[in-house]
């Protein structure tokens, strides 16, 4: 597996949680790098990416302002910190990869090409 998402579990509602998004074999600084999440019985939606020619960031409007996107070049990993978590970001999370020579941002699910498995986030009381 090219891409390996880690860091979910179970959170209370307003908690935090920090997602991690791995390489081996490859380096990711060179590629855009998307967070995406499915809830159960709904479609899977992108919620975040960063680019890598300019560092461009995007956020989905149910997560700006609470997630964050960073990279982390010496271990060749992608974070998604996740703050004030809310019922309703409980999912399955993926992280995706691509070559783009556009800001991530314009891209949609079908662009990516190598992804991850998933990570579950379970916000509960």
């Known amino acids: 597996v090219p891409l390996q998402a880690s860091g979910g579990g179970l959170v209370q509602p307003g908690g935090s949680l920090k997602l991690s998004c791995a390489a081996s074999?490859?380096?990711?600084?060179?590629?855009?790098i998307a967070w995406f999440r499915q809830a159960p019985g709904k479609e899977r939606e992108k919620i975040s990416c960063?680019?890598?020619?300019?560092?461009?960031?995007y956020y989905a409007d149910s997560v700006k302002g609470r997630f964050t996107i960073s990279r982390y070049n010496a271990k060749n990993t992608v974070y998604l910190q996740m703050n004030n978590l809310k019922p309703e970001d409980t999912a399955v999370y993926y992280c995706?990869?691509?070559?783009?020579?556009?800001?991530?941002?314009?891209?949609?699910?079908?662009?990516?090409?190598?992804w991850g498995q998933g990570t579950l986030v379970t916000v509960s009381s």
């Open positions: 995706a990869s691509e070559r783009l020579a556009l800001s991530c941002g314009v891209y949609s699910e079908a662009d990516f090409g190598s």
């Open positions: 074999g490859f380096r990711l600084d060179y590629l855009a």
């Open positions: 960063i680019s890598s020619h300019d560092g461009s960031t």
